[in-house]
């Protein structure tokens, strides 16, 4: 099992606070967003903890399909998705619980003696830059590719799930050859072209768009860009207004 990152602050004060609590004989409730990694900091401290949906574990407790008195301590993961929450957790006083939640309300507060906020990763800087040097690490694997980690494309508001497929993709992309580019364009028309509305002219600016972007990046005018791409520069201008506008320059 992968370790939760705690290079931030934020992430080592939540991390030292639920070591320091894995010995008491008190109950824990840690909050956050979605995918901010609650479930991996629950499981960093209480490797040992079975793990269950709050949902699920609710249905088998009813359904006397498990006997929770035969666990020591329990992890339960979205607690707040369940509408009879008091109830439930009246069915776990036997045990330790280590509670995730997108948020705290104020039913079940007296429940948990320690609560955790884990903060989004827009602001744990140093946690999410080590998530994208791991992601980049595994794609590059899959991939069988070597870009850098700086190279691949970021957004500090994203979640771990959401990062991830952000990374893989970015990465991805710059593995990708000639041919990998042709079968991709090629599963694109075939989707496509089973719509009327579509036809050649429709298509032409998959091509063109990307294509003066990436100019326009390497090179700083119009006159430029007709020279490298031996078009005249009248015709480039029609294209740049025709996809971007009259006054946008790309």
């Known amino acids: 099992m992968e370790n939760f990152i705690a290079l931030s602050q934020s992430s080592k004060k939540a991390l030292q606070i639920l ?49 929770i008195a035969e666990y020591k301590e329990i992890i339960v993961l979205n607690i707040d998705t369940l509408s009879n929450k ?11 619980v280590i509670a995730t939640s997108a948020k705290e309300d104020s039913d079940s507060k007296n429940y948990f003696a320690v609560k955790i906020l884990l903060k989004p990763l827009s602001k744990r800087k140093e946690d999410l830059e080590m998530l994208v040097k791991k992601y980049t690490i595994e794609a590059n694997t899959l991939y069988q590719s070597e870009v850098d980690s700086q190279d691949v494309l970021r957004d500090t508001s994203l979640n771990a799930l ?24 090629y599963n694109f028309f075939i989707n496509y072209l089973q719509e009327k509305n579509y036809n050649y002219k429709d298509f032409l600016k998959v091509f063109e768009m990307p294509l003066l972007k990436a100019t326009k990046q390497l090179y700083k005018s119009q006159v430029q860009i007709a020279k490298i791409l031996d078009i005249n520069r009248i015709t480039l201008r ?13």
Do not use: C, W
């Open 19 to 67: 070591q320091m609590s894995a010995a008491l004989p008190v109950n824990i409730l840690i909050t956050g967003e979605a995918y901010v990694g609650k479930r991996l900091l629950a499981q960093t401290v209480f490797s040992e903890a079975a793990v269950f949906e709050a949902q699920k574990l609710y249905e088998l407790i009813v359904q006397n399909k498990i006997e």
């Open 238 to 250: 029609k294209k740049i207004a025709n996809y971007f506008g009259e006054n946008n320059e790309l």
């Open 86 to 96: 008091m109830q439930f957790l009246e069915m776990l006083k036997p045990i330790k």
């Open 162 to 185: 959401s990062l991830k497929r952000g990374v893989y993709k970015s990465v991805f992309l710059h593995s990708m050859d000639e041919d990998d580019i042709q079968n991709a364009l």
